[in-house]
């Protein structure tokens, strides 16, 4: 409505990016729009024009190793010792980071009860995948990834640096492109816990596979 024109909305390297929120949830989505909202027309007012006539796009198929979820009896044993390790450590009055740190593994393996609940009473609920859909896009000057899931920004900012780099050209992350694949992890969420790498449906192998994938067709096709 401000600028006129079609705007294009991607949700990018979108796995381990949140924001510190307060009050009720539905005027916190209003505000945090707000702000979104008033920083697009910010920075457009100061865009430039390129005269770039470049339209490219390549789309292939990735192999990536799918996870292996444990079984329920085996999910359920660690869940509940983490639960006995995380009542001795509140009884010995361990500091307050391995706590939180026993907390957050707990977390995880409740989750990994709840998956591997689902995969025993729902066989064919989370099947393996072995392949994800990988896009490469240049729009004038502009380079798209497209990523079938919910990549963590690590690898999103990493892409950034290279094609700037290497192409000197910007690049935006478009996530949950052509599929979805859930959570895109990085080797380090695999052993720090929480939700995202509890549910990851493919192994940490596969968004550094994607990722380099990208890179490959961008150096050989990007003008």
Known sequence: DALGGVALFTQGACGDVTVHRSGDPY??????????????????ETAASSDLKVLYSR?????????VFPQRNEAERRRD???????D????????????????????????????????ERP??????NRAPVQVMQIGPLVLVGIPGELFVEYGLE????VHQSKDR???????????LGYLVTPRAVHTGG?????????????????EAAMQWVEECIH
């Open 159 to 162: 892409m950034k640096q290279r």
């Open 27 to 44: 005027l916190e989505v209003e505000r945090l729009g707000r702000i979104l909202g008033a920083e697009v027309i910010k920075t457009a």
């Open 81 to 87: 010792d983490l639960k006995s390790q995380l009542a």
């Open 170 to 180: 910007p690049l935006m992350v478009v996530g949950l492109a052509n599929d979805y």
């Open 59 to 67: 789309l292939e198929d990735v192999e990536v190793e799918p996870r």
């Open 195 to 211: 939700y995202e790498q509890a549910t990851a449906r493919l192994q940490a192998s596969a968004p550094r596979a994607m990722t």
């Open 124 to 129: 064919g609920a989370l099947p393996p995948v």
């Open 89 to 120: 450590a509140k009884q010995r009055e361990t500091n307050a980071a391995a706590i939180l740190r026993l907390e957050k593994e707990l977390d995880s393996a409740e989750w990994g009860v709840r998956i591997a609940t689902l995969t025993q």
